[in-house]
């Protein structure tokens, strides 16, 4: 399946999640290294975007070997959000994406993120005005509802069709669930019943497994892939070959392994300084070992350093214990 969006081309249908603290410029080129058809910058308020914050120029910096990325933008005023999306298309960007699935009480708190599921009027303001202030796809992103008495997602769709929107991701679980229970897949499918778009199904693609089931249940023309990513960067582009071919692409070897991750970690470091960049690193560091053997004891040494050439010295130390077992 491939998806068209004006002159853009998706392929695979196999995208990265935007998420808080974890997409960032280092890891979405990893990711696209190993193959996806789209990646999702960290979600960006539209009233520090037009700010131009320092932190939010940040988030939407891109690289070439990314492309195309998505930047998506959260917020409540029509008018903030058009501003920021024209802003970002200006920079560079190829889809912006609208939050309204995000859970968080301080972006619901702001009528942002997935309370705009509660006031479908004013969501469709909102999705009219970035629309028109744009010359690119205009996409979004919502949840199934706002709770169980209200999963009004397939209506939100079709308001989000016929104001321009041009694809939709829809995480399978309502606001009040927030990352509990497990991710509703077949009512993903009302939503792919309810528009004509290219429908994205999202949440608890953990495994290759997953992606199949989900696309299965759904009926959606593609997945997206969060938390299934975290010390994985490979692994978006492993459901890529499944879905393609039926491939199942092995992990990568040890001394590959560790150097996707030194790669990570330096260029966290170039990103941050070292201060920040260390700290930033040390979830990395935990999702990268947590199926290893020794990953545990790892995580616990490395998470008490701070200085950068500390941590690299741990690095090699546990990768070349690894790779003397695998060649044992």
Known sequence: MIITLDELTIDPPVFLAPMAGITDLPFRRLVSRYGVGLVFSEMVASKAMVAETRRSLR???????????????????????????????????????????CPVKKVTSGMAGSSLMRDLDHA????????????????????????????????????????????????????????????????????????????????????????????????????????????????VG???DFLAHGDRRPDPDFNEQKN????????????????????????????YSERLPGGEAFRKKVVRLSNQHEVRREIDCFYEGLQMKESA
């Open 59 to 101: 988030i939407v910096r891109s690289a070439n070997d990314e492309q195309p990325m998505a930047v998506q933008l959260a917020g409540c005023d029509p008018d903030i959000m058009a501003d920021a999306a024209k802003l970002n298309e200006d920079l560079g960007a190829r889809i912006i994406d609208i939050n309204m699935g």
């Open 238 to 240: 492993q459901v890529a």
């Open 260 to 287: 996707v991750l030194l790669e990570h970690y330096n260029a966290l470091i170039d990103l941050y300084g070292e201060d920040v960049g260390v700290r930033v690193a040390r979830k990395h560091l935990g999702w």
């Open 124 to 235: 469709a303001k909102i999705l009219k005005a970035t629309v028109k202030a744009v010359n690119i796809p205009v996409t979004l992103k919502m949840r199934t509802g706002w709770d169980e008495e209200c999963r009004n997602a397939p209506e939100l769709a079709r308001i989000a069709e016929d104001v321009g929107i041009r694809m939709l991701t829809v995480h399978g679980r309502t606001r009040c669930q927030f990352f509990k229970g497990t991710a509703d897949w077949r009512f993903i499918g009302e939503v792919k019943k309810a528009v004509s778009l290219p429908v994205i199904a999202n949440g608890d693609i953990l495994t290759i497994e997953d992606a199949a089931s989900a696309m299965r249940q759904s009926g959606a023309d593609g997945v997206m892939i969060a938390r299934g990513s975290y010390g994985r960067p490979w692994f």
